[in-house]
């Protein structure tokens, strides 16, 4: 009984501590109001407003949809492309986790972090296109599964990738909060999370290029094959990497004072070998793109304006990106990477945008063009997005060091004898400062 | 399918046979092009944002001996050893206006001070890398220091000593694989001084100048020095 009095006590304290500590991280760290931070806040406001414009009065009251464009740049962009951009997590989690290619590992959290909130706001905002959203439950709950769809695939695919990677992320967050024993137990968790998240991806990624496959009348040829889950699905490895090293530079500057020593040491490394990587897989994508052009004999599309409209997403945005990323490599040029991988990224989403709202309904003669409030709305998606990912990575140690209780106590004789030269000052203080971050939970 | 010579199904499968032939063989051609990195000569002062990483901006000579306070030595004629400062050492203080070298005779013990440079009006210490005796001083270096600078791994040689209980004074050195780490160690932590002082230097593709250390902590720079030579005490 005393026993139990104390466990419930020590909850108790347990629960006070997180509260206080909560609140005090709630404090905004640095200036508030800052050009971004005022643009941004107008955008939300607004974009908040239409939303609820949309939900009262349904969706034709700020959307230009249609029974003929059902489909427009919130599932173009928001879910089909911005799942291709968040495809670095389950690539990179591939390359640590599984390859053990450790030179990799500084940017292992700030990348699932990205992709975990991608894939919560991205694919959340597939509730806005949705007439009923409520029926979103329909097929997790078992109220008519569905199963006959590839949509049933596609959401049991974003709510199981999104909870792995959570438990991916979550050791970063009991790091955060001081939970020592909780962070082991969801450590343990890790491996098994990234190979049912990678499994996932592969599978989804290419899912999503899959219910295009019942549009195919729709469609224009060029950008129709029975082959766009396998482009869907290798253009999503260096459509997530190019993201990734995207938001590193971006990560560098802005996040700069809360980067680890080695983080920064190695960014200029880990961006090289991922812009090899990026180099190998448009090189794929490439050959994989001509072979379905001959297989679906596209000849005869080429010279026309749909054809000259592929030529330059093909041309522009995917053979240039190649031959940058791949000169870049040879001669070790960051700057270049940069701006290969912005192109790449315009090239998704051209490719995407093709796919689900250019091309799409190609011989109908009205045009879907989305209103300013649509593209608000998008545009609130996105910086809510970006705002959150700062305040966390502000705060959880993402792109810094884990905290010392929870590094693992390297056995490196070199260190060892040589290096951790910590005076006895130092580990003593360091372990006061550890007393009232860590708690026992 | 008349007037479609070319892209009749036949015709067409026969030129999706070629194209995956042709890729398979350019993409093991274009991985080997892309992998093939021979690497460049490293100019001093150069962008370091273009470089691969800072590690690679610290030269070491795989066969040589190095102590951890930047000192190296490598075996010489007649049984002797040369010493020096290592590529870190140099471009950290960049060039010495003066040096104070032991006379020939002197004992030297592993771990004490044994060489001097006056950089800038202050005097650097460096640590001996091995116990012996000093059998010869390099004239050239005390003439013309800045070959120190130029090349600091043979024409820069500092002392010849004749060493005593050698294998013992090597077990307390590093080489090969244990070097290459040792920098990178050193390495990280030199960013963190850098990040911790003015991390414009790295960040911005700014460039690192021979005796960088001097622009990173404009008075107490000896001082940060000397912690990498270990003479902080």
Known sequence: MMHDMSKLELLKNEIKRFITFFLSELKPKGKVITPFNVIAAIIILVGTVLIVIRFTFGLSSITNLNQEFPWGIWIGFDVVTGVAFAGGAYVITFMVYILRLEKYHPIVRITVLNGFLAYVFYAGALLLDLGRPWNVINPIIGNSFGVSSVMFLVAWHFMLYMLAEFIEFSPAIAEWIGWKRIRKILGSLTLAAVIFGITLSTLHQSGLGALFLMAKSKIHPLWYSEFIPILFFVSSIFAGLSMVILEGSISQKVFKHRMSAKHIVSHDDIVLGLAKICAGAIFVYLFLKLLVFIHDNNWRHINTTWGYWFLIEVGVFVLLPLQLYSNAVKNKNIAVVKAASILTLIGILLNRLNTSVIAFNWQVAERYFPTWMEITVTLTVVLVEILVLRWLVNRLPILSDPPLWAQRKKKDPIQQIFLVKETVEESEKNKEMEEWKVSSM | ?233
Do not use: C
């Open chain 2, 1 to 233: 399918m008349e007037g479609f010579k070319y892209v009749d199904i036949f015709a067409t499968k026969g030129i999706e046979y070629i194209v995956a032939i042709v890729f398979l063989i350019m993409l093991v051609w274009f991985w080997k092009w892309l992998n093939d990195t021979s690497v460049r000569p490293m100019v001093s002062g150069e962008k370091i944002s273009h470089r691969v990483s800072l590690v690679d901006w610290f030269h070491l000579v795989n066969d040589y001996y190095y102590h951890q306070g930047h000192t190296w030595i490598f075996p010489d004629k007649n049984n002797n050893v040369k010493v020096g400062i290592d590529d870190f050492a140099q471009k950290l203080i960049g060039e010495p206006t003066d040096l104070s070298l032991p006379k020939s005779g002197t004992a030297l013990k592993q771990g004490e001070r044994a060489l001097k440079m006056q950089v800038d009006g202050k005097w650097i210490d460096f640590l001996s890398p091995l116990d012996g005796e000093v059998v010869e001083i390099n004239e050239k270096v005390i003439q013309s220091p800045d070959i120190l600078n130029r090349d600091p791994y043979h024409a820069g040689w500092l002392i010849k000593v004749r060493p005593e209980r050698l294998p013992v004074t090597l077990n307390n050195l590093l080489h090969g694989k244990v070097a290459r780490a040792w920098i990178e160690e050193t390495v990280n932590k030199l960013s963190h001084i850098i990040t911790g002082n003015s991390g414009v230097v790295l960040q911005d593709g700014g460039k690192i100048t021979n005796g960088f250390i001097k622009e990173l902590d404009g008075k107490e720079w000896d001082k940060i020095a000397a912690e990498f030579f270990l003479t902080n005490n």
